[in-house]
């Protein structure tokens, strides 16, 4: 899943989650605000995770800790707080 510059302003919803074993979420260079969805854990084989340059804030969801098949995290340029959770 990919956009950069065209993904609609607002919030991620929930149901993201129910998407199967994305690969990659790149949704960089947007206007995307709130906080990342818990459910984004369900997503075991991500690989690349790319949020950088929206307003995203508050805290990590520690459910990413079940992303054992990340290899690219890219949060920059976004108002989140915390620490990062722990990635095996």
């Given at each position: 899943?990919?956009?950069?510059?065209?993904?609609?302003?607002?919030?991620?919803?929930?149901?993201?989650?129910?998407?199967t074993r994305?690969?990659e979420f790149?949704?960089?260079?947007?206007?995307?605000?709130?906080?990342?969805?818990?459910?984004?854990?369900l997503?075991?084989?991500i690989?690349?995770?790319?949020?950088?340059?929206?307003r995203?804030?508050g805290?990590l969801p520690?459910e990413?800790?079940?992303l054992?098949?990340?290899?690219?995290?890219i949060?920059?340029?976004?108002?989140?707080?915390g620490?990062?959770p722990?990635?095996a």
């Open positions: 899943f990919s956009y950069s510059t065209k993904f609609p302003a607002g919030t991620l919803p929930t149901e993201i989650g129910a998407w994305p690969r790149r949704v960089h260079n947007n206007a995307i605000s709130g906080v990342l969805p818990t459910e984004i854990g997503w075991s084989a690989e690349e995770f790319r949020v950088f340059n929206n995203l804030s805290t520690t990413m800790e079940a054992t098949s990340l290899s690219e995290l949060l920059l340029n976004n108002a989140f707080s620490a990062i722990a990635i």
